[in-house]
């Protein structure tokens, strides 16, 4: 009788999604765009062009895993992302930060959706109910944010040595997240071959568009998901512009990472009393009222509000895409993220240039740009969500 390695397969995918879960350069990369001549837009530029990418290739890829083989998807998903960031760290144009974000984007889009999707199988190995894989998602998002919070503390004082030595030294985590998933023993069930990948993708895709449920609840993720993800080019502009020095940035990103923990803590304790409707709208409250704050108010002080926006991505990153997932067939799993991310991407587009086009009339705008955009979304959904 074979042995139930499923703990020890569980304790490897949250490993492999610890490390690879941060880019220790984070914090150095807008003053690095700026020093080779790129503006808010162009940055906003490069990052779509990344996004463009992930979506076009996230469903189609996140099929391949499911139906191949999701350890071998996160394997070569982390090894580009190592080859990408080695590669950034010898740019001198936009174009060539193109092409590194082109090259990161595939990575991506192999491994994105990949960690969940194992972790909910070996965890529903041992508690078919799915409360154990709740609990070690939550476990997983705030050990990703520890990670993170770690290699964060290290981008700085690197960074103010030398950009692109902090950009080269990213790219090991990802490396040993490589060889972490070499070690994962994959027996998840593979999505079964109909007729050709394209149609299969078309029918995959059509079918599960047909619940409403799981269409609002893509939506709700896709929302909560980018509310923090487009003005984080602006933070340490934001910083920068009150008066702290650059030498210390990283510290706003460290305690940005400490409050992203803290959202993954505060979800991992509350949510499982809080109706759908509620886990939703918790992110967008806290984000939209610090940045008017910051907006009309923005000084060394209030700029520490900017915690908000890490509280809220700790706690979306715990809650919503489990909430995703519940709606959706064992084999499909990894092809239906990928579906939700490609949804969130679509709206990262619009709202990454928007938010740094702001920006560069003044930093402040990004703020206001992003309650803007995201409030009047919300309710919609926020409202379909109570009345089921």
């Not at 964060?152 to 990802?174: E, K, W, Y």
């Not at 027996?187 to 990948?197: H, R, V, W, Y």
Request: charged share 15%; proline share 3%.
């Amino acid at each position: 009788m074979r042995k139930d390695n499923s703990t020890r397969n569980m304790r490897l995918v949250v490993m492999e999604s610890a490390a690879t879960s941060g880019i220790l350069s984070v914090p150095i990369m807008t003053p690095f765009y700026l020093s080779i001549g790129l503006n808010q837009e162009q940055i906003a530029m490069s990052q779509m062009a990344f996004t463009v990418v992930v979506m076009l290739l996230n469903l189609p890829l996140g099929w391949v895993a499911d139906r191949f083989s999701r350890k071998w998807a996160n394997v070569l998903g982390d090894l580009m992302v190592a080859i990408a960031l080695l590669l950034y760290s010898t740019a001198q144009t936009m174009w060539f930060v193109v092409l590194c974000e082109v090259i990161c984007g595939i990575g991506c889009a192999f491994s994105q959706g990949v960690d969940s999707t194992l972790l909910k199988h070996f965890a529903e190995k041992k508690d078919a109910s799915g409360k154990l894989f709740k609990d070690k998602f939550g476990l997983m998002t705030s050990c990703n944010q520890i990670a993170t919070l770690f290699v964060m503390l290290l981008g700085g004082p690197i960074g103010t040595i030398d950009f692109r030595l902090a950009i080269a030294v990213s790219a090991i985590p990802h490396l040993f997240g490589a060889i972490i998933s070499c070690f994962i023993q994959d027996d998840s069930e593979k999505l079964q071959a109909e007729s050709s990948p394209v149609r299969d993708i078309c029918n995959l895709v059509k079918r599960n568009a047909k619940n409403g449920e799981l269409r609002l609840r893509i939506a709700a993720y896709a929302v909560a998901r980018e509310v923090t993800h487009g003005i984080i080019w602006v933070f340490t502009p934001l910083m920068l512009v009150v008066g702290i020095p650059l030498a210390i940035v990283s510290m706003g990103w460290v305690i940005n990472s400490v409050a992203a923990y803290l959202g993954t803590k505060l979800a991992r304790r509350f949510a499982k009393k809080m109706a759908d409707w509620q886990l939703f709208i918790v992110p967008i409250i806290l984000v939209s009222t610090a940045s008017v704050i910051m907006f009309f108010n923005l000084n060394i002080f209030t700029i520490w509000l900017y915690a908000c926006f890490g509280i809220a991505q700790g706690w979306s990153a715990a809650t919503m895409m489990p909430l995703v997932k519940e709606h959706v067939r064992a084999a499909e799993q990894s092809s239906i993220e990928s579906l939700a991310r490609v949804v969130a991407q679509l709206l990262y587009i619009g709202a990454v240039w928007a938010i740094n086009r702001a920006a560069d009339f003044d930093v402040r705008y990004a703020l206001l740009a992003t309650a803007i955009i995201f409030v009047p979304i919300t309710i919609p959904i926020a409202i379909k969500l109570r009345k089921e």
